[in-house]
C-alpha cells in the first residue's frame, strides 16, 4: 500500500497526461492518494513526485497548503459543521456542540473506535440552508440535533454507504477524455494562433479590419 | 415594491430532476448558443458579450467582455481558468450551478474559448463540492461523447479540450492569482499583480483569462437570445439578472434569481417570493450586502437597487450575491468574531498586515467576547485595521498582496461604528475611537452624533 496500486497508478498517468505541465497534477493526485490509503501517506507523496517531476518536499509543501489532505489517519466519516456567519446566526455553533457531547470528542478530534472525526469548519456554500455539515463531503441540509443523531445512528450500523463513501472519496465519476476526441494539452512553449481565430481574422480583413 | 417578471436566465433548469443531463439540456435549448457563437467570426462574440454588458460575478463586478480584450495580440496558447472555488461566506450559488445546470456552464466555457481563443480550459471546482465534481465529470463525458467539445466541435475548425480540477479546501484559492498557483501544483498564495495580470501573464505565464462560474453560465443565453435582450433587464450598469442567496434571519432563506439593477434589498428581503419577511416578525438589525468581504448596511438601505455602481457609492459591494440577513437578537460582537475568525483562518501568511493583523484582530475579540476585553480594546481593533487598511477608505488601498487582509477590517469597522454600545457593554465601559474611519458604510449613528458634537 501507500504507493499506488497498479489501477490507480494508470488512473494517476490518466490525469497527468491531461496537463501541460505534470506539476499541475499534484492535486488531484494527492486526492487519489487520500482515496486510497483514507490519508496521505509519504509513500504516496514519493510517488506522486516522480509522476509529476517534482521533490518529495515540493508535494509536501503544496499538500500541506490545503486543509483537506490528512496526514494521519482520520474518522471513517469526517464530520464538517459549519459555523461561519450565516450558520452561526442560525445555530451552528449549537449543533456543533452537541456534536462534540453525542461523540464525547472535541472538534479536530476523531473517536476512539476510529469512525468519526468532527472538524468546525468554514463556509460550505449552503447558507440558505443554515445549519448545515458534511459527512465526507456530502451535505446534510438544516439538520437538527435529532436528525444528527439519526445519521450517526446509521453510519455506526453500517447504513448509508451508498450516499456516503468512506473518506477520501470524492466523485465517484472521473472524467475520461476519449483519445479520438481529444483536442490534446496546450503546450506553453508551443501552440501556434489558434486557427479559428486565424481563418476567421483572414477572412475579415477584406470586411472590416 | 419591483418584483419583476424577467426570465430566469441561468437557474432555468435548477426545478427539473435531470436538468443536469445531457438529454434534457438538448431537449431545453442547450448547446444552441454554442452553435450561434460558432457561425460568426470570435471577434463579434467578443463584442456581442462587451455589448449586453455582462459583470463578472465573482466578486469584483468587472466587465466579461472587456477582460476578454485583455489579452496581449499574438500571445498564444492562451488559456481559460473557470473559478469555482465559491466560499466566500454567504455564498452559495456556484454549486447550484454547477449541480443542477454543468451542460450550461460548459456550454458557456466553450464560448468564451471560442471568442478568446483559448486552446485549453481548466475548470476549477472546489474541493469540498464532491456532487459538483461528480455531475461536471458526467457531463464532461457526455458532452465529449456527443461531439461538444474536444476535437473540431460540431465540425468545425474549433477544438479545445475541457479539464475538470478540483481544489483541497483553502478560501484563498478562489483569488484568481492564487488560483493559478493551485493549478500549477503549488500552495495557493496570491502573486503581485501587476505584473501578474492573469490577462497578460496567468497559467504558465500565458495570457489567462479567469471566469467565474455563474459569469460564464450566462453566455449560452446571451449568445441564443441577443446581447439586446439581455441589456434591456436591470439598470445602468448592471444588465441581466443576477443571482442571490439570502440567508440569516428571514422567513425564506433561499437563492433567488433576480432582475439585477433594479430590484431593492427591500424586494429581496420582505417580498413574498424571495426572502419573506424577517423572522418571527423581528426587527432588521443589519444585513451584509455580498458576502463577508463587504461593508454592512442597514435598514435605511433596504430601498437602495441592487446596482453595483450605487451600492459600490455607499461604501460596499454587491461582491458575490450573499446577503445575510441579522435581526434584533444578533450579537454584533460575536458575529463579528466569528467573520474575523474566518479571514484569520484563512490568511495565506505572505503579507504582514493580513497575517500579524488578522491573528491579532481576532485575538482581542476574543478576549472581548471572553470577558476579559478592555475599554481601549474598541479602539485598538481599528487601529490594527487601520494599519491593515490605511484610512479604511472605500474602495481599499492595497497594502498587501491581494484584497483578503482589507476583507477582514469590513465586519470590525461596520459592527464598531454602528454598534459601539455593544461592544462597550461587553468591555464594561465607554470606549474612546480616535482613529479616522473614512468609508462612507463605517458612518452609523453613533459616528453622526461624535461628528454633530464635534
Ligand atoms: C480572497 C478572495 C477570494 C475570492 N474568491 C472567489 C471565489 O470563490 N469565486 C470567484 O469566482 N471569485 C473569487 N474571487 C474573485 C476572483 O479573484 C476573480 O476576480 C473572479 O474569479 C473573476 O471572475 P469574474 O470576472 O467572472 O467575476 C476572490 C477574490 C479574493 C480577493
Ligand atoms: S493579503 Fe493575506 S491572503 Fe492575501 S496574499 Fe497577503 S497574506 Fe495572503
Ligand atoms: S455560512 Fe455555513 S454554509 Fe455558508
Known sequence: ?????????????????????????????????????????????????????????????TCSFYEMF?????????????????????????????????????????????????????????????????????????????????????????RRTDEIPPHGTLARVRQHIPADRAAGPADPAGVPEPVWLSAHADAAEGEEA | ???????????????????HTLARYEATGGYQGLKAALARPPASVVEEVKSASLLGRGGAGFPAGVKWGFCPPGVFPRYLVVNGDESEPGTYKDRLLMERDPHQLIEGVLIACYAVGCSQAFLYVRGEMALAQERIAQALNDAYAAGHIGKNIHGSDFSVDVVLHWGAGAYIVGEETALIESLEGNRGMPRLKPPFFPAAKGLYLQPTIVNNVETLSNLPWILTNGAAAFAALGAENSKGTRIFAVS????????????????????????????GGIRHDHELKAFIPGGASAPWLYPEHLDVPLEAG??????????????????????????????????????????????????WLEKILERIVDGHGR?????????????????????????TICPLGQSATSPIASAVMRFQDE????????????????????????????????
Open chain 1, 1 to 61: 500500500m501507500a504507493r499506488f496500486s497498479e489501477a490507480n497508478l494508470a488512473t494517476a498517468l490518466e490525469i497527468v497526461s491531461r496537463y501541460p505541465r505534470p506539476k499541475s497534477a499534484t492535486i488531484p493526485l494527492l486526492h487519489l492518494a487520500q482515496e486510497q490509503d483514507g490519508y496521505v501517506t509519504d509513500d504516496a507523496m514519493e510517488h506522486i513526485a516522480e509522476l509529476t517531476g517534482t521533490t518529495p518536499v515540493q508535494v509536501l509543501g
Open chain 1, 70 to 158: 490528512k496526514r494521519e489517519p482520520v474518522g471513517r466519516y469526517l464530520v464538517n459543521i459549519c459555523t461561519n456567519i450565516s450558520c452561526q446566526i442560525m445555530g451552528g455553533e449549537e449543533l456543533l456542540h452537541h456534536a462534540e457531547h453525542v461523540l464525547g470528542i472535541k472538534a479536530g478530534s476523531t473517536t476512539p473506535d476510529g469512525l468519526f472525526t468532527i472538524e468546525d469548519v468554514e463556509c460550505i456554500a449552503a447558507c440558505t440552508e443554515a445549519p448545515c455539515l458534511q459527512v465526507n463531503y456530502r451535505y446534510f441540509h438544516k439538520i437538527s440535533n435529532e436528525e444528527f443523531d439519526e445519521v450517526v445512528a446509521d453510519l455506526r450500523a453500517g
Open chain 2, 1 to 19: 415594491m419591483a418584483v419583476t417578471d424577467a426570465p430566469k436566465i441561468i437557474t432555468s433548469r435548477f426545478d427539473l430532476d435531470d436538468g
Open chain 2, 248 to 275: 440569516g434571519h428571514v422567513k425564506r432563506p433561499g437563492v433567488y434569481e433576480v432582475e439585477f439593477g433594479v430590484t431593492t434589498f427591500r424586494d429581496l428581503l420582505y417580498a413574498p417570493v424571495y426572502g
Open chain 2, 310 to 359: 450605487t451600492v459600490g457609492k455607499l461604501g460596499t459591494m454587491l461582491g458575490s450575491g450573499a446577503v445575510v440577513v441579522f435581526d434584533e437578537t444578533t450579537d454584533m460582537v460575536k458575529a463579528c468574531l466569528r467573520l474575523v475568525r474566518f479571514f484569520a483562518r484563512e490568511s495565506c501568511g505572505k503579507c504582514t498586515p493580513c497575517r500579524e493583523g488578522t491573528t
Open chain 2, 375 to 399: 475599554p481601549e480594546d474598541v479602539n485598538l481593533l481599528l487601529d490594527v485595521c487601520d494599519n491593515i487598511s490605511v484610512g479604511m477608505n472605500w474602495p481599499p488601498k492595497q497594502t
Open chain 2, 423 to 454: 461592544f462597550e457593554a461587553y468591555v464594561g465601559g465607554p470606549a474612546e475611537i480616535t482613529v479616522d474611519v473614512k468609508g462612507p458604510a463605517f458612518v452609523g449613528p453613533v459616528r453622526q452624533e461624535v461628528a454633530a458634537d464635534a
